[in-house]
Structures are given as C-alpha cells and as structure tokens.
C-alpha cells in the first residue's frame, strides 16, 4: 500500500491553518508612535475593552473572554508563547461567559490567572496588529497572520520584520516568560493594587 491512514494524518496535520504570532513588550512612548504609524499604514478594526479567564487546563490554554459585545471560549494548542500554535475559537452571547465560568468552576477548573486589556486591533494587508495595554502587565504589540504549518518559519520571520519595519525591538522569549510567571504568581495582588 502506497498511502496509509498514517500518512494521510500526517499530511493533514501539516497542511492544516494555525495562527503564527510575534510579540513585543512597548513602552508608551512607542504605543503613541504605534498608534500614530498603524493609523497611516493599516485600517483600524476596532478598539475593545477584555477580561480574560486562564482555567488549569493539563496541556494548552483553555480561555473564556468577553468585551462589551460578545464573549469567547478559546482553546490553543501548545505553550503560551509558542510562535505558533492550533487555536479553536468559539464566538457566544457576552451573558453566556458568567454561565461557562460557573459551568467550569462546577466541573472543577481552576481560575489560573485573570487579564484585563484594552485592545485596538489593525489590519495591516493581510496581518492582524493589537495593540494590548493590559492591566498591571504592561504594554505588548502583536503580529498575528493565519497560515499553513509548513510555513510557519517563513511566516514568523516576516512578522518579526514587520515589527522591526515598525522601529520596534523584538522581545526575547525569555522576558515573556519570566513576566508571565510573575504575574501568575501574583495577578490577584496586582489587579487588588490597581
């Protein structure tokens, strides 16, 4: 047999869409700068208040959001910053996210970490740009561009390009990840103190 199921998987899996990112931490100056270049090169999409729930999940990230329109069950594959990672995405009624909290609590998933942001989002050509000023962690631009596994390298690439083409410096893995453990530790004093 030339073809198996096996293979046909593996194909699959690796001509499936997954969302590639690159990020960086900004300061404000850089966020007024952002805001002024992204209004002359992009189109504005829309600027939203969020609230971000993490539940313990034993691998991903499982998220319930809400802004003042709709809310959102997210689930995404792989590390939280992973340049790439499957996400699956569930649009809701916004009254539906008290009722997939206490749901979750019932079934016995823990709250790991709580986000508040203010996000604007861009369409640059065929990337997405946020601009995230989140409560008590910082400032972040991000690059997102939706593409196929095989090209996720390539991708990435581009989108960090993007973001230098932008004056911006790339953030090192390592200072996410460190400020991200922080603030899991400690999100409940920070959010209490701002």
Same mark, same amino acid.
């Given at each position: ?5 096996? #293979? ?5 899996? =690796?001509?499936? #869409? ?14 007024? #700068?952002?805001?002024?270049?992204? /209004? ?13 729930? =993490? ?63 203010? /996000? ?16 008590? =962690? ?15 390298? /390539? ?29 899991? /530790? #400690? ?8």
């Amino acid at each position: 047999m030339l073809f198996s199921i096996s #293979n046909f998987v593996k194909i699959k899996k =690796y001509m499936r #869409n997954i969302e590639i990112e690159a990020r960086s931490f900004i300061d404000r100056t850089e966020y007024k #700068n952002l805001l002024k270049k992204l /209004r002359k090169k992009s189109k504005f999409l829309a600027s939203t208040n969020e609230e971000t729930i =993490y539940f313990k999940v034993k691998k991903g990230d499982l998220r319930l959001r809400r802004n003042a329109k709709q809310a959102f069950l997210i689930f995404k594959e792989g590390k939280i910053h992973d340049d790439s990672r499957e996400e699956i995405e569930i649009v809701l009624d916004r009254d539906d996210f008290q009722k997939i909290k206490k749901l979750f609590q019932k079934l016995g998933y823990k709250e790991e970490i709580r986000w508040f942001r203010k /996000r604007m989002i861009y369409k640059w050509g065929d990337i997405k740009v946020f601009l995230d000023d989140t409560k008590g =962690y910082g400032l972040i631009l991000e690059l997102e561009k939706i593409g196929k596994v095989k090209n996720q390298k /390539r991708i990435h690439e581009l989108l960090e390009e993007k973001i230098k083409f932008l004056g911006i410096e790339i953030t090192p893995k390592s200072i996410f990840e460190n400020k991200f453990k922080y603030y899991k /530790r #400690n999100w409940r004093k920070i959010l209490k103190n701002k």
